[in-house]
């Protein structure tokens, strides 16, 4: 019989009833016969004696008296409040946040693994089977702050439906938060004014990392833009991910959805100067207080920004750059200046250049013609001025504040007409109903 194997109910019934004048020697027989021991057989004898037949009959249990790691539910209670309080407050509120947060607080905390298992108990976790494991992931970090800067912006609704970007700098090697600016869209001046934004806190980084849009790094549409044009001036490299490749800025990405759990456990805003206040308020928090789970330690923004010397400044080009940029449309047309016409007859289609610009006025209905395409924009946009660039892949409009108002690849040949992707007629003042 295995040592933790209980014995057989019909044996124990036989020690129960045993004679006391048994003849010697039937005791080493009967163990041999029944595969226990001289020991577990005078064990339930003496049970049988002071607590009588019934407790021989029954094992009694193996718990033992005591259980010293055994977290108690005030711990549980505790754990699963400041979970609560997290996911309130918009931060993440995992175990491993959980954890972090309660060692600040001075509180008893359990390790992650029996984090994760109470919140499993009280029923509080999210599972989230389709999510992919860490260690599936390649993680690459520039060596110190100032190495590397990302750049990027996304939208953001204002309480009463309109439309605003916040841009976003982030430190690739610390994680943290250099910039943060709101604007009415994404511009080219914007993106120039967080970029600058930056640099006036935390010095000139030595590389820039943006996306390929025509507000950030155009250069691999054939032109580029202002904030390339500033940073190169100070010898900042300026560089962009691969089209289609949003993993490239996953820092990024993933700094964005920190701010949106955050911004949408917080009062909607109601105008660009109050979302500018929430985002700097989101970045105190994200630098100082909220430990970061891609650093080692899990430390802070800040003091992994602290922890190792930020990188040299790059040295400005000796000589300045030559850099084609779009005029100004008041250097194109003076004062009372119309667009000339463009002769097709005598010099071609001057759109049929592999790439270009060039400014024209839209007409009645909002439309622009290239290449004896129509182009719709908008009929709010009848009679503007807006700047054309194109390339062999495509083309895009922007106006006079730089925003870009439509990016269209050249559509099949014998196209003659492209939408703005909206449908037609007067946009509703009700939602329809589902």
Not at 44 to 65: C, D, Y
Not at 350 to 372: C, M
Not at 399 to 428: C, F, M, Q, S
Request: aromatic letters at 6%.
């Amino acid at each position: 019989m295995s040592k933790n194997q209980p014995v057989d109910p019909r044996v124990r019934l036989a020690i129960s009833r045993w004679p006391e004048d048994a003849p010697r020697g039937t005791v080493t027989s009967f163990c041999v016969e029944h595969g226990i021991s001289r020991k577990t057989f005078y064990v339930l004898r003496a049970r049988l004696r002071e607590e009588g037949p019934a407790a021989v009959l029954e094992p009694k249990s193996r718990r033992p008296s005591s259980s010293p790691t055994r977290i108690g539910e005030d711990v549980k209670d505790q754990a699963v409040a400041v979970r609560a309080a997290l996911e309130a407050s918009g931060l993440d509120h995992g175990p491993i946040s959980v954890f972090d947060r309660m060692g600040a607080m001075g509180l008893e905390s359990p390790s992650v693994a029996a984090l994760a298992r109470i919140f499993r108990e009280r029923g509080v976790a999210r599972a989230d089977p389709k999510k992919k494991p860490r260690s599936a992931y390649r993680r690459f970090v520039y060596p110190a702050p100032n190495a590397c800067w990302q750049l990027d912006a996304t939208g953001y609704v204002l309480i009463d439906g309109r439309s605003c970007t916040i841009f976003q700098l982030q430190d690739d090697h610390s994680r943290l938060a250099v910039a943060s600016l709101v604007a009415p869209a994404e511009t080219t001046q914007a993106a120039l004014d967080v970029f600058l934004k930056g640099v006036a806190r935390y010095g000139v980084p030595q590389r820039l990392l943006t996306d390929n849009g025509a507000a950030m790094n155009p250069t691999r549409r054939g032109w580029p833009s202002p904030l390339v044009t500033h940073a190169t001036g100070l010898g900042v490299q300026a560089i962009t991910g691969k089209p289609f490749k949003p993993t490239t800025q996953g820092k990024n990405e993933r700094f964005h959805q920190t701010l949106f759990r955050w911004l949408d456990q917080q009062p909607l805003a109601e105008t660009i100067s109050q979302l500018q206040a929430m985002v700097d308020n989101f970045d105190i928090i994200y630098n100082q207080q909220r430990r970061h789970q891609g650093l080692p330690g899990r430390i802070t923004p800040q003091q992994a920004w602290d922890a190792t010397p930020v990188a040299e400044a790059p040295k400005p080009p000796a000589a300045p750059i030559d850099v084609l940029l779009p005029a100004p449309l008041d250097e194109v047309l003076h004062p009372g200046e119309e667009p000339q016409a463009l002769d097709y007859t005598a010099w071609g289609d001057p759109f049929d250049k592999e790439a270009g610009q060039r400014v024209l006025r839209t007409g009645s209905n909002g439309s622009i013609v290239l290449r004896r395409i129509t182009f719709y924009l908008s009929k709010r946009r009848a009679g503007e001025h807006v700047r054309v660039i194109w390339d062999a892949t495509g083309l895009v409009v922007i106006d006079v504040h730089g925003e870009v108002l439509i990016k269209h690849p050249w559509p099949p040949a014998g196209t003659t007409y492209v939408g703005n992707g909206k449908p037609r007629g007067r946009p509703r003042k009700t939602p329809r109903p589902e």
